[in-house]
C-alpha cells in the first residue's frame, strides 16, 4: 500500500484514540505495518493519545463510527486489510447502564456489521474482537479454582457486558460459518498511565497524586470489595497481536490470574504516596453500580501455551507505574498522556 511500508501488511485499528489503540497503534507501527487508526468525530480534539503518531509515515487516520456501518465498508473498500481490530466501544460499564441501548448498538450490532463487511468485502482479513471479562458477571457460585478459562459460564450482569457477550458469539458464529480468521480476546481489566481517568485505577493514582501535592483533598468512590484481575495494556496488546498470527483463529483469556480488592489496590497506591487513604476516601452511593461484578480471576493458561504469551507486569508495579506517572503529570501541570508509559 505505502511503498516505504518495509513488511507490506495492513492493519485497521477502531478505537485507536483509546487506551489499547495506541498502545497497538505504536507496536503495530514499529513492527513496520500500515495502520489504518478509526476515530469518530468530537466536538473537541481527543487525540492526545496518539499525537505523537501524526507525523509517523506508515499512520494515517480516518473517521468512523460504531453505529455506521458505510464507514466500514469503505474502509474495507479502500484498503482489504490484512488484520482488522475491533477496540472501538462505550466502554464503561456504570455508564452502560445510563445510555444502555446506545452502549448495546454500538458493541453489538457495530460488530456484526464490521463481521459482515469481511464476510462481503475482504474475506482474508484477520479479525480481533474485543471480549471482556466482564461477560463472566456473576459467576462466583462456579468453582474455577484456577480462574475464569474460555470454558467457564457468562453470566453478564450489564448492558455493557451483555453486548459484548453478543458480540463475542458473532465472532465466533463468523468464524465457524464462514471461516474467517475471527478470534476473541477475553481480556481482564488493563490499565496504564494512558488509562481513562474515570475508571477506578486512574481515578486513585491521578487523586492519590494531587493530594500529594495539596491539590485535593477527598476521593470520593464506591464498592472497594470487588476483586479484580489487573494487568498492564501494554502486555495485553501484544497477546491481541499474537492472536492473529495463529494459523486457526479462536477464543483466548487474558489476565495475570492474581486478583485483588480496590481497598488493596489503595493500599499500594497510597503507600508509594506516604499517605494513609483512610484519611481522604469517602465512600460516595453515586459510583455503586444497580449490578456489580463482584470477583475476577482469570485462567490464560491457554494463551500461555499456545500463543507463547505471558504479562510482565503485575498489579503492585502497575499500581506504583500509574502512580508515578500521575505525580509527574500533576507536579508539572503538564498535559496528561504525554507522560508515556
Ligand atoms: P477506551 O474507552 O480507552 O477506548 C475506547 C475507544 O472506542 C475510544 O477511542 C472511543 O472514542 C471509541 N469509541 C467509543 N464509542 C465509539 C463509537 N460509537 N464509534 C467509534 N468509536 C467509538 O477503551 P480501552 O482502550 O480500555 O478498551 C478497548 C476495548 O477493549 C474496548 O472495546 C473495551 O470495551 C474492551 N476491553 C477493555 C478492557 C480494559 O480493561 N481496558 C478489558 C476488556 C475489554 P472516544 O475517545 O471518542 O470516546
Ligand atoms: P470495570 O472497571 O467496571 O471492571 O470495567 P472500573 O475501573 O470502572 O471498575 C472496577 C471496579 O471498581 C469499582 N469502583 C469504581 N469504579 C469506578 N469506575 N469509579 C469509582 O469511583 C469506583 N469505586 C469503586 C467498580 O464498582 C468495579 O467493581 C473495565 C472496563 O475497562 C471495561 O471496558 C472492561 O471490559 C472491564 O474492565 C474488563
Do not use: C
Not at 9 to 18: F, L
Not at 220 to 246: E, P
Not at 269 to 291: M, S, T
Request: glycine share 6%; hydrophobic share 35%; aromatic share 10%.
Amino acid at each position: 500500500m505505502n511503498n516505504t511500508n518495509p513488511i507490506g501488511k495492513v492493519a485497521v485499528i477502531t478505537g485507536v484514540n483509546g487506551q489499547d489503540g495506541s498502545y497497538l497503534a505504536d507496536m503495530l507501527l514499529h513492527k513496520g505495518y500500515d495502520v489504518i487508526g478509526l476515530k469518530r468525530r468530537t466536538s473537541t480534539i481527543n487525540t492526545s493519545r496518539i499525537d505523537h503518531l501524526y507525523d509517523h509515515p506508515l499512520f494515517k487516520l480516518h473517521h468512523y463510527d460504531l453505529t455506521d456501518g458505510s464507514s466500514v465498508f469503505h474502509i474495507l473498500e479502500k484498503y482489504k486489510p490484512d488484520e482488522f481490530y475491533n477496540l472501538a466501544a462505550q466502554s464503561h460499564v456504570a455508564v452502560s447502564f445510563e445510555i444502555p441501548e446506545y452502549t448495546s448498538s454500538g458493541i453489538a450490532e457495530g460488530t456484526l456489521k464490521i463481521l459482515e463487511g469481511i464476510r462481503t468485502i475482504s474475506p482474508n482479513t484477520r479479525f480481533y474482537q474485543a471480549s471482556s471479562s466482564e461477560m463472566f458477571g456473576d459467576n462466583t457460585d462456579h468453582n474455577d479454582m484456577n480462574g475464569f478459562n474460555e470454558r467457564s459460564r457468562m453470566l453478564p450482569v450489564s448492558p455493557y457486558a451483555v453486548a459484548k457477550l453478543h458480540a463475542h458469539h458473532m465472532t465466533r458464529t463468523y468464524r465457524t460459518a464462514y471461516g474467517l480468521h475471527a478470534s476473541s480476546g477475553i481480556l481482564f481489566n488493563h490499565e496504564s498511565p494512558r488509562r481513562g481517568e474515570t475508571f477506578v485505577t486512574r481515578k486513585i493514582t491521578i487523586a492519590a497524586a494531587r493530594i500529594k501535592l495539596g491539590l485535593q483533598d477527598e476521593l470520593r468512590l464506591g464498592n472497594l470489595d470487588a476483586k479484580r484481575d489487573w494487568g498492564y495494556a501494554g502486555d495485553y496488546v501484544k497477546a491481541m497481536w499474537l492472536m492473529l498470527q495463529q494459523p486457526h483463529a479462536d477464543d483466548y483469556v487474558i489476565a495475570t490470574q492474581e486478583t485483588y480488592t480496590v481497598r488493596e489496590f489503595l493500599d499500594v497506591v497510597f503507600a508509594e504516596a506516604g499517605l494513609d487513604w483512610k484519611r481522604y476516601v469517602v465512600i460516595d452511593p453515586q459510583y455503586f453500580r444497580p449490578n456489580e461484578v463482584p470477583f475476577l480471576l482469570g485462567d490464560p493458561s491457554k494463551a500461555k501455551r499456545l500463543l507463547g504469551w505471558q504479562p510482565e507486569v503485575n498489579m503492585k508495579l502497575l499500581a506504583r507505574l500509574m502512580y508515578k506517572s500521575d505525580l509527574a503529570i500533576q507536579t508539572k501541570q503538564i498535559p496528561s498522556e504525554t507522560v508515556i508509559g
